[in-house]
Structure formats: C-alpha cells, structure tokens
Antibody
Framework: QVQLVQSGSELKKPGASVKVSCKASGYTFYAINWVRQAPGQGLEWMGWINTNTGNPTYAQGFTGRFVFSFDTSVSTAYLQISSLKAEDTAVYYC????????????WGQGTLVTVSS | EIVLTQSPGTLSLSPGERATLSCRASQSVSRTYLAWYQQKPGQAPRLLIYGASSRATGIPDRFSGSGSGTDFTLNISRLEPEDFAVYYCQQYGSSPRTFGQGTKVEIK
C-alpha cells in the first residue's frame, strides 16, 4: 500500500536550518508536494517536486529559504528550510500529488518544526 | 491567485443530521478542479472528493460533492460520530494551488 513516512519533530533555534524527510513506498511515484500548517491554522501549499526529473516548483512565499529535493536511491523526498524564523513553526506535510500537483491523495503523518530560542 | 472562502466557519450539528458546507472561489475554477479534505485533530488531511464530485477510494457514499464555476458544496447526508472534524476545499485549476480556511463540523 502507498505510504509516506516522515521524520520526527524538530526543535530549532532561529537562524538554524532543518531538513525534513518523507520516505515513499508502495507505488510508482511521480510527484511529492509539501503543505504547511501553522499552529491552529489552515493548510498552505508550498510547492512540489517531480521525482523523475528532480525539478522543483515553489509557491510564492516559499522561494529562497526553502529547498525541495529527492533521493531516488532511498525513495525519499526532503524539505530543507534555512535561516529559520519563529513564523516557520508549523507542521509540514508531504503528500503525493495526482498528476503532479493536482489533488493530494496520500499524505505523510506530518512533521512538527518548532523554532524557538 | 484564487481565494477560496468556506462557510460557515463552524457548523454545530447532531449525529444523524445532514451537513452542508460551502466553498466559494474568487474566480472560476477551471474544469471543476476542486477537492475536499477532512482533517481530525493531530492527523493529516484525508482526501474525500476530487473533481468537485468524485469520491476518493474508500470514502463512504454519505459524502457527496457538487458545484462548478465559483460555487461548490460538500454534503454529508447523515453525520456519523467519526465525521466531526475540519473540512477544507482546495482548487487545482490554477497555480498556486490554494485551500479554503476550513469549516469545523462540531457536535451540537
């Protein structure tokens, strides 16, 4: 069955970096999307990566400090955030996108990233 | 960017009642490219509906979606205890993909 398993919670200081992983299994995948959910807030699409070509697409507001990558040897997608700010505190989800970035039919369990001094 | 506005913000109903959730887009969503998700506390969202009206795999038939253009609706015919959650709509007709702010369905 399709599974996306994410890495565990992270506590980081402002200015540090974090790398969240998302291991995919159970299907021939094409796209991994990333979605952010700040505490008590709604869902925000960050962008996606084509796992065949490695080409990332970033939504506005997620350029510069955010990097999507994919390691085919271990079927794992990564979200790296640099120069962390308090407002980056959120749960980050990876999700399989139908036809790339259409709708999201399988989700990881989420990774809480807390940025605090 | 297409802004999705969901209403009401909170819906207070009893088990067995019908729930009607609205999602209105700031501009027309092309080809009814609209999805609905359910999210329970501490869990990832779950896809319910795509293409405005197609149920995702394993979704009970008490969930139904309808609409086109700028107005979409999610109906839950008879609320079960496990249906009390937050529901989000999402459009994928244009980029960036956007979500509504959510409707919470709570037990009355």
């Amino acid at each position: 069955q399709v599974q996306l398993v994410q890495s565990g919670s992270e506590l980081k200081k402002p200015g540090a970096s974090v790398k969240v992983s998302c291991k995919a299994s159970g299907y021939t995948f094409y796209a991994i999307n990333w979605v952010r959910q700040a505490p008590g807030q709604g869902l925000e699409w960050m962008g996606w990566i084509n796992t065949n070509t490695g080409n990332p697409t970033y939504a506005q507001g997620f350029t510069g400090r955010f990097v999507f990558s994919f390691d085919t040897s271990v079927s794992t997608a990564y979200l790296q955030i640099s120069s962390l700010k308090a407002e980056d505190t959120a749960v980050y989800y990876c999700a399989r996108g139908y036809n790339g970035d259409y709708y999201f039919d399988y989700w990881g369990q989420g990774t809480l990233v807390t940025v605090s001094s | 960017e297409i802004v999705l506005t969901q209403s009401p913000g909170t819906l207070s109903l009893s088990p067995g009642e019908r729930a009607t959730l609205s999602c209105r887009a700031s501009q027309s969503v092309s080809r009814t490219y609209l999805a609905w998700y359910q999210q329970k506390p501490g869990q990832a969202p779950r896809l319910l509906i795509y293409g405005a009206s197609s149920r995702a795999t394993g979704i009970p038939d008490r969930f139904s979606g309808s609409g086109s253009g700028t107005d979409f609706t999610l109906n839950i015919s008879r609320l079960e205890p496990e249906d009390f959650a937050v529901y989000y709509c999402q459009q994928y007709g244009s980029s960036p993909r956007t979500f509504g702010q959510g409707t919470k369905v709570e037990i009355k």
